[in-house]
């Protein structure tokens, strides 16, 4: 029997190659002016915190530009804690810590505002931490969560392999491309209400990549595949998968798209009697 591999807080993309990866693609300085900057800018000595923060792009960027507010970021992995780390290093505002989201080490009411960027795909149980963001949101606190759909929507179709292997992730992991269409159902299931709901277009391949985007989607599949070939250890059929695959993204004809959603919650207040 092969070994069980999921736990609730289990991520397969965990890998010593991940942070780099997680850093190159995050492009933090365009994701805080356009969605978290407006939030930030109307608290004053705010406490922050960001779920799943991986190698501390974001944290760098904000704790620079914000020395006023303080800053947590919680992950799952030791490594990419300690890489969030070393990253601000000097910023005695900005820290991370290895936790889950399911269990995250603050008092009740405790952040005035929470991001979370690509974690809910990667969630088995998003409702029961959705819960756990709203216990730790302030009263008229924010949650701002940012995720996709319709992940690997490619014309011509998905090749039939990716389907397979997208198939696998969910049934083993619980990841889920399509996750962006749910995120105003978990936020309303944990008690939050929504104020702000955008979709746009991420992911766009009309042609050709450029080779750093090429790039990073190769390591993306390796990562995958490490995951991948544990669970189905046929090393031929990973192979061809990887290489029809990169030869689907390098081909001129090929359009690759998904959704990017972009939802803001807010913790009512409640009045006692
Ligand atoms: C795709 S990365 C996103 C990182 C960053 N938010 C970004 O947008 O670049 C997802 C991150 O969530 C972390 N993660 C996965 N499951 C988690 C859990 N249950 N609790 C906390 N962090 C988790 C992973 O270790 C990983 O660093």
Redesign the pocket.
């Known amino acids: 029997m092969r070994e069980v591999l999921q736990t609730?807080?289990?991520?397969f993309?965990?890998d010593p190659r991940?942070?780099d990866r997680?850093?190159r693609?995050?492009n933090?300085k365009v994701?805080v002016a356009k969605y978290l900057e407006s939030h930030l800018e109307n608290l004053t000595n705010a406490r922050i915190l960001?779920?799943?923060?991986?190698?501390g792009?974001?944290l760098q960027v904000l704790g620079q530009t914000y020395v006023n507010h303080s800053f947590v970021g919680?992950?799952?992995?030791g490594e990419?804690v300690r890489e969030a780390n070393a990253r601000v290093i000097g910023q005695t505002h900005v820290k991370a810590m290895q936790?889950?989201?399911?269990q995250l080490p603050f008092p009740d009411n405790y952040f005035d505002f929470i991001y979370?960027?690509?974690?809910y795909?990667?969630?088995?149980q998003p409702i029961e931490?959705t819960k756990e963001l709203f216990r730790v949101c302030k009263p008229e606190g924010k949650l701002l969560v940012?995720d996709l759909d319709g992940q690997f929507t490619m014309y011509p179709e998905t090749p039939a392999a990716l389907k397979k292997v997208i198939l696998l992730l969910k049934n083993e992991t619980g990841f889920d491309p399509d996750v962006g269409r749910k995120l105003f159902t978990f936020g309303k299931s944990a008690s939050f209400s929504c104020v702000h709901a955008e979709i746009e277009a991420y992911h766009k391949k009309f042609g050709s990549f450029d080779e750093e985007n090429y790039r990073l989607w190769e390591l993306k599949v390796d990562i995958a595949l490490e995951y991948v070939k544990k669970v189905l250890p046929d090393a031929k059929w990973t192979e061809n998968f990887k290489n029809e695959f990169l030869a689907s993204l390098r081909d001129e004809n090929t359009v690759l798209f998904s959704n990017l959603f972009t939802l803001t919650f807010e913790k009512a207040y409640m009045h006692s009697s």
């Open positions: 609730k807080d289990m991520y993309m965990d991940e942070g997680l850093y693609k995050a933090a994701f960001e779920a799943g923060c991986g190698s792009a974001f919680i992950d799952i992995s990419r936790a889950s989201i399911y979370c960027r690509f974690l795909e990667y969630l088995q931490a940012q």
